[in-house]
């Protein structure tokens, strides 16, 4: 298996379950991504549902943030052997942060702008969708910019005295104009200048159902379709859509599961203390 490096060893977890060579590395947390290895050939289900294995085996899982502390992996082997393995997933807990002096629009959106968001959503659930068979993935992660971390995976924000759902991200506090890099290879699978919460809004596709995201961006600077590599200067940090100041938003999913791009990559240089 061609081994995953995750951030600075933490949390990495190699777990032989059978005779069938099956393992499974990364890191077993709510918000947490594994990649798995099987015998060439085998069907994996996970939560009941097919997950793509590449030709020589690899396939990658997610868990969500509030994910149940146990799940269960289901091998259907090239014999015909089924076999169910049980992962036990390690529980988190959140910080609540309160963010008060937005206009209010952006915290109650009128009918109007409802409509804007529910297009905006749609866009963004289909190109989750896509399942692309790169490996993309299994490159190391860098951060795409380095800064002062302002808001940490899982948070929940109160509004300007409004719960609202939890902070699927890592923020990073970084002038305007800030160069964005790729965290990975990949290719770009939605580029839009002006969406109504994320602003300008950028998202990589790595393979296998696995994409970054990047938010309130001030300028795009790849085009939907484009390749690009590790390190490439994709964008620029901004503060468009519902913001207070200059940052960028940082995400990851697997398929619509939000995962923690920060369990992927070393500490940040320059990096503080998360705000509370």
Known sequence: ????????????????????????????????MAIGKVEPATTVFFHGKAVRVSPEGLFVIGFSRDAEPEAVIELRLPSGTVEKHPVRIEKRSYKIQRIDGLPPRKVSPSAEDLKRIRKDIALVKAVRKKDDPRTDFLQPFIWPVSGRISGVYGSQRILNGKPKRPHYGVDIAAPTGTPVKAPADGVVSLAHDDMFYSGGTLIVDHGHGLSTVFMHLHKILVEEGQRV???????????????????????????????DPSLLVPPIPEATAAAQ
Not at 3 to 21: D, E, K, N, T
Not at 239 to 258: D, I, K, Q, S
Request: net charge positive; glycine share 14%.
């Open 229 to 259: 590599r590790q390190g490439d200067v994709i964008a620029q940090v901004g503060a468009t859509g519902r913001v207070t100041g200059p940052h960028l938003h940082w995400g990851m999913n697997w398929f619509e599961t939000r995962l």
């Open 1 to 32: 298996m061609q081994r995953m490096i995750i951030g600075a060893f933490l949390a990495v977890l190699c777990l032989p379950f059978s005779a069938q060579a099956f393992t499974l590395e990364g890191h077993l947390v709510q918000g947490g």
